[in-house]
């Protein structure tokens, strides 16, 4: 097959850790016999240094007409300024918009090799394998705000959602579920917020067609605890977007670093295979304390890779043996600093890529 991929490599470890993960496409292809087609385009820091604006026209235009998007990550202390028109974050929050991508799904799944590298303990997380899926385009990233200026002294964000929002994300968290293990935990703060109350009659209305799922709707602080607490019983759970963004970054943990954790972005439109045209990215910001050291982990980008051939190309196989190659390396104790215990030899970025591009030829 051939496929028109946008790469935007963004900030920070973002060009480092998507160096790896295009490697490991080129890998796939050859392997495989398809062509992909790489478009680098610009967002983020590196765009307003170049063309003033965190989101150029082009960047959008490229990215809606391919079949997915490949983003390391954005952003950093140089383009930290309060009073800037413009930051490298509304980049990100930008292209969501423009795709349309209203779901973002993040598998978190322990690698039993990596079991000593979380700080949770062992028995805990055994058996942890759980699909976060967080709403991306509402909610209080979205909501009508009042910046404070540098003299002001109020500012404001609503979390604004309606029934449509929330029902295709609960649906397609529902969906998801019967997929898998068919249980869903619906993540709200419907005891105190009007807009939790709204998100748990909608997603009770919507799971009363999914008889076959085991539901609960659980509060948001109280889901916090209980990801550390007894994080294996959970399989998907689904939350806003601000209570998703905090959530996941925790359940990242589960996970042992937030360098391995892979995401996929997916909205209603079709890329030119009838397939969603998603937006894939490791989980993991920019690392300005670590970039340009190479020492970076690339497993959540190339990871991303993997979702993005199983998502929007509809190449199972591939995914797997690129996910089968992730593991065998692992396997083989080969560790990014980020991943690494004592007593074993840690590896720098490229190295690790060389390793997985190895075991997938
Ligand atoms: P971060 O995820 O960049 O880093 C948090 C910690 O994890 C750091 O210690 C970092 O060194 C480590 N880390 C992250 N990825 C790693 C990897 N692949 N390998 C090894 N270690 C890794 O979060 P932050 O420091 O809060 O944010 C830094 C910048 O990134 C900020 O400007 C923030 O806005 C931006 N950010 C961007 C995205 C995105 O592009 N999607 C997401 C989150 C944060």
Known sequence: MEAKIV?????????EVTAEAVKILDVVGERFGHTFHYDHQLMGGCAIDELGTSLPDETVAAAKAADAVLLGAVGGPKWDIPTAP???????????????LFANLRPVKLNE????????????????????????????????RKEAGEEGFEAYD????????????????????????KKLASVDKANVLASGRLWRRVATDVLAE?????????????????LIRRPASFDVIVSNNMFGDILTDEASMLA????????????DL????????????????SAPDIAGQGIANPLAAVLS???????????????????????????????????????????????MGDLVAEKLE
């Open 7 to 15: 790469v935007l490599d963004g900030d920070g470890i973002g060009p």
């Open 86 to 100: 413009d930051r490298p974050e509304r980049g990100i929050l930008g292209i969501r918009k423009a795709l349309e």
């Open 113 to 144: 090799q990596l079991i000593e590298a979380s700080t949770i303990k062992p028995d805990v997380l055994a058996g942890t394998d759980m699909l976060v899926i967080r709403e991306l385009t509402g909610g209080l990233y979205f909501g009508p």
């Open 158 to 181: 609503t979390m604004l959602y309606t029934r449509p929002e929330i029902e295709r994300v609960v649906r397609l968290a529902a969906d998801a579920a019967m997929g898998r293990r």
């Open 210 to 226: 999914y008889p076959e799922l085991e539901v609960e709707h659980v509060l948001v602080d109280s889901m916090a605890m209980h």
């Open 256 to 267: 042992g670093s937030m360098g391995m954790l892979p995401s996929a972005s997916l909205g």
């Open 270 to 285: 079709k890329n030119s295979h009838g397939l969603p045209l998603g937006l894939y990215e490791p989980i993991h910001g």
């Open 305 to 351: 890779v993997a979702m993005l051939l199983r998502h929007s190309l509809g190449l199972a196989d591939e995914a797997q043996a690129i996910e089968d190659a992730v593991d065998a390396v692992l396997d083989e104790g080969a560790r990014t600093g980020d991943i690494a215990h004592e007593g074993v030899e840690v590896v720098s970025t490229q190295v």
